[in-house]
């Protein structure tokens, strides 16, 4: 593919905010993004040239759409894999590739490969039943988490077990879906690194950052983390193994689990933009939004140097009511998804505090 000329059309699965930033980075680059979404007044469709209102199994549309875009990419993971195969077979590029979709979608896949890769992950076992679990949990031991392997999100889905008197109860609270059982890992920090790579073997990742949670979801990414240069440079490096096994076109970003050796442990992969990766909008040359636009499209990647050090404070429900004291610190940008409705737990918008 030739890089994609500005006034070119690209299309974007899903209409949240990483939808709604994407386009804004895109517009800067001169494209129209054409969003396809369920939701009718979605967030991206609000600062999107086009906006498609339609399921993601509906095939005429999938077609319509197909034909009216130059790239397809997605903002979220939990697209139906038969959706991106839909739009391939329709004659679209989709990039990232649904192979990678399809093993982000699911924790056992996605555990196996980073395995192959050479990447460590806490130890797992498959359970469909619930004498897989007694079997799971003789073979890793307690304390271990019990997660469904398919469209977990912030902290939803998963159960502890503590000992094995909590097994019962955590298999139930799954309510008998496919789940897989992870050894619970003692990690000292939670640390995550972006990435871009484009099609032809362009790699930037950003600095490896550290997050902090609350009630499952993230609450704060401190970049950089506040770790040696090694660990910076081993994050890296797994990476880019990472996307060069999925042979990934656009932005991605891995979850790792920082031990007290100062080993990394895989958690999950996110094959899209990431709110770990939010800060880069204002403490990087391009941002990952603009990284995976310039990915998708085959332009050159950008530097992904830090230029200054920074915090990003996500505004979870009500907290976005407090805009207005964040936007008079001089040195902190205020990002608002546009959301109409701050429900308890939602991602309504975040700051980034620019610490020079
Ligand atoms: P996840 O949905 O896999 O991102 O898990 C949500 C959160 O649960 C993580 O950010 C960790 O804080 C915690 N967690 C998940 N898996 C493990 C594990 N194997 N060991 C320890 N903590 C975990």
Redesign the pocket.
Known sequence: MKPLPPGSVIGILGGGQLGRMLAVSAAELGFDVHIYTPEEDSPASRVAARTTVAAFDDADALARFASQVDVVTTEFENVPADTTRALVNAGAIVHPNPEALAIAQD?VAEKRFFNECGIAT?PFAVVDSRADLDAALKQIGTP??L?TRRL???????ARIATLTDAEAAYAALGGEPTIL??????ER?VSIVAARSIHNGFAPFDLVE?E?AN?ILARTIAPARVDARVQEQAKGLAYLVGDALDYAGVFAI?F?LMADGSLIA??MAPRVHNSGHWTQDACVASQFEQHIRAVADWPLASPARLCDAEMINLIGDDVNQWAAYAAEPNTRVHLYGKREARPGRKMGHVTRLKR
């Open positions: 924790r806490a271990a988490i997660k977990g999100y912030d902290g939803k889905g998963q992870e050894g619970f890992c003692a990690f939670e997050n949670h499952g979850e689990f958690n999950e």
